[in-house]
């Protein structure tokens, strides 16, 4: 099936952060969805969603050129994505900190400031300084000397955004942050990412499960479902037609009275929301 | 008792390796690895055990076994999941070699005994020697690597993002615990190596939350155990290693226990209001 394609509203060149045309995903063999066509502009705040397994983290591989696309192109600032790219700051679903790791939050932002730079330094101070802004742009500077495993789960989220932006990256990849988060903790940290956005004109991927918290900060959405990819503003994606030819069964969307959305029908596609 | 050239020896290697000790041991901690160092050892063992069977000396075969074991450890699981089934596979091979060795050659006793708790009395000069070279080469790498392992063993995937050789780092991190361990093995023997290259970072990881005061700690224990082991065995008749082990493990218990009972660790406020 073709790309379900929704008005994507046209930029001048210089401002198309992400362009992607027929893209096809995929391990080896196995595709994991195909016909992916879309524009992300600077500055936008993007949804990616989908259900389990649909290959949301996939394109964040291609992004951060951890993977080359089966077929098609994608484009990342007018140029094929590589691995190692500074621009990009990321911050994964897992990562290795637990409760044994006494480490304190700004030495983890400073690490990602100069962690990749080999050989010995003898001052810290520009890279610790840096580290120091990033933790105050996202509201923690006064969890900067506490440990790691003594953060809550909110707490860890910002330390994790800080140290995506210590490097002041133009593309923010954000998946699944909000997971693990009550739903006050998930609103701050999205008028957070919100405030990184439009403050700085970085743009952001954020992938969830629950497109509803994200409704009143989004610009666009990509939604990959059954293979297939939809991309476009809220209102023209996450309709029933576009969902229902995403899903390849009947898919009503509907609304409350306060602009939540719930999706009915994909019961057997998603997990729990 | 400096008179005495053994106990000269003994203490030149004591103090090499409890200061290489404490260093590496605090990214095994980190990596959460000492599985691996553990199983690096028992490789090691069997490396001895064939350098004695070709009538060579065993730390060479120590150092040839734990580097090939470490390599292999480090290649077959890249990734932090299911790496002690890895571990414990390549360890099971190893050993089943040194079996081999061990039913070829009847004469191991007192060399199988000071491989398998350490015989630091009777290290020769070119013991020593041999020491200070694997130290200052270990030394040098990790000069070279200490960020980009450091940032790599907390933050793997964003590591990975970065473009930074998190496989490389995990094979020369395998290196540096493999000759580590080989010389770490003349002090406190095979089987006790934990406690040089593990308790004593374990210990100073609950007393510090910065990287460089953690190794800085670690070390200094690893250096008071050691140094302390060696005094009181000078005038005690018992083997070194079982003062060096249990005086960490005293510190362990004072640290875990005491301490954190008067210092717990702090728990954000935050997380008891989301529980609520």
Known sequence: MSTIQPEITTAPVQSKVITAEKLVAGYEDNIVWRDASFTIDRGEFVAVIGPNGAGKTTLFRLLLGLQRPTSGTIKLFDSEPKRGNPDIGYVPQRHLIDSETNVESLELVHLAFCGHKWGFH?????????????????????????????????????????????SNPSLLLLDEPLANLDIRRENDLLQLVNNVVRSRAVTALLIAHNINPLLPFLDKVIYIANGKVATGRPKEVLTSEVLSALYGVHIEVLHDSRGNIAIVGIEEHHGDE | MFQYQFMQHAFEAGTIVAIIAGIVGYFVVLRRSSFAAHALS????????????????????????????????????PRAA????????????????????????????????????????????????????????????????????????????????KGMPTFLL??????????????????????????????????????????????????????????????????????VSFFITSIVFVLYLLVRFVYRRIRPLKVSQASFQNAA
């Open chain 2, 82 to 161: 299911h790496r002690d089934v890895h571990i414990g596979t390549v360890l099971a091979f190893m050993l089943g070699i040194g079996v081999l060795f061990i039913s070829l050659y009847t004469g191991y006793a007192t060399e199988a005994y000071s491989i398998l708790f350490g015989e630091i009395l009777g290290i020769s000069n070119s013991d020593v020697l041999l020491t200070l070279v694997a130290a200052l080469i270990i030394l040098s790498i990790i000069a070279v690597v200490y960020r980009p392992l450091l940032f790599a063993s907390l933050d793997e995937d964003v590591a990975e993002a």
């Open chain 2, 170 to 239: 995990g094979i020369i991190f395998m290196i540096l615990v493999a000759v580590a361990t080989s010389i770490a093995v003349q002090v406190v023997g095979v089987l006790l190596i934990f406690s040089l290259m593990v308790t004593p970072a374990a210990i100073a990881q609950q007393l510090a939350k910065r990287p460089h005061k953690v190794v800085i700690i670690s070390v200094a224990i690893a250096l008071m155990a050691t140094w302390l082991g060696l005094f009181v065995a000078f005038y005690e008749p018992y083997p």
């Open chain 1, 122 to 166: 003898l001052s810290a101070k520009t890279g610790r300084k840096a580290a120091l802004v990033a933790l105050e742009a996202v509201g923690a500077a006064e969890l900067a000397h506490q440990s790691l495993n003594a953060l809550s789960g909110g707490e860890l989220q910002r330390i994790f955004l800080a140290e995506a932006l210590v």
């Open chain 2, 42 to 77: 028992h490789i090691g063992f069997a490396g001895a055990a064939g350098a004695v069977l070709f009538g060579v000396s065993p730390v060479y075969g120590l150092l040839l076994f734990t580097s090939v074991g470490g390599s292999m450890m480090a290649a077959l699981s």
